[in-house]
């Protein structure tokens, strides 16, 4: 049977890739919703006979959906989220799904509670290096991690459109780590397999014409290892090192990941143990 999909928020730079995603998977796009904007008035295509909501309890109650598929602001994604889980209909949501982890408490309580599946975002657990890195630190190719490092620059705001309420603090509570940051925090854990205990973090804010912030760093305390190191990782923004007793792991985000095998007595780099994974 085909999964039947309504989609919720319009005014997002992710709806339309979203949809072109949609497309290409066997399900159908049967309803839409927003308070503000019709698909029409945003020149998005949707199927003619797919029927536009103002309001999402109309959509919940009114279309026969099996999954609402959610680009809204933080502030607004809960509630949206807890009223189709609800009535038992699954999720998909932008990231970061709330503006605050006290505001995410409530909807995950819901979620735990119902029958429905809810699912967030963070898709960079389903890329191949990413995968690759988990079952290399699976397999104990690492050794003992002691630290890892992550950057990631993104473009500057000044070719955004900061109009936008993505970029106010209302509405989003925050910039560089709602947008980008959430990833890294959800991706490195799942990696490593364990959990993050502490956050020291600087945030600073470049852009006047915005009240939030947009660029990051932080360090992030993880559980101690039994050789009684304490890991950290520092990241700013999408290169990645991985340092461990036996090896190092090292991702550039334009080309590819190199992997280093140190040798085991003396330490040193292996030059004939590198080898290369190309992202495309």
């Known amino acids: 049977m ?106 995950a309580a819901a979620a735990r509670e119902s029958e429905a599946t809810v699912g967030v975002s963070y898709t960079w657990r389903g890329h191949p290096i990413s995968k690759q890195l988990h079952e290399l630190r699976r397999s ?41 940051g959430v990833h890294w925090l959800d991706l490195v854990p799942w990696i490593l397999d364990d959990p993050i205990v502490r956050v020291n973090a600087n945030l600073s804010a470049g852009t006047p014409e915005v009240d939030i912030e947009d660029e990051r760093r932080s360090s992030w305390k993880r559980n101690p290892v039994p050789s009684a190191r304490t890991p950290a990782a520092t990241t700013s923004a999408r290169d990645g090192t991985i340092p461990g007793f036996r090896c190092t792991a090292r991702r550039d985000g334009a080309v590819g990941t190199r992997w280093a095998r140190r040798s085991a007595s003396r330490g040193r780099r292996r030059s004939n143990s590198v080898p290369r994974v190309a992202t495309g």
């Open 140 to 180: 104990g190719f690492f050794g003992d991690v002691r630290s890892f490092d992550l950057r990631f620059v993104a473009s500057s705001l000044r070719t955004r459109d900061t109009d936008h309420y993505l970029f106010e603090n209302d509405a989003s509570r925050g910039g560089i780590v709602q947008w980008l």
């Open 2 to 107: 085909t999964t039947k999909i309504g989609y919720v928020g319009l005014d997002h730079h992710h709806c339309q890739p979203y949809l072109d995603s949609i497309d290409q998977l066997d399900v159908e796009l049967t309803a839409t919703a927003d308070e503000r904007f019709t698909p029409e008035a945003l020149d998005i295509e949707t199927a003619s006979d797919a029927p536009h909501y103002g309001s999402v309890e109309r959509l919940l109650d009114d279309s026969d959906v099996d999954l609402v598929w959610i680009t809204l602001s933080n502030r607004d994604t809960p509630e949206v989220i807890e009223a189709a889980v609800e009535r038992g209909i699954d999720v998909f949501t932008e990231k970061p799904a709330a503006r605050t982890a006290t505001d995410l408490e409530p909807v």
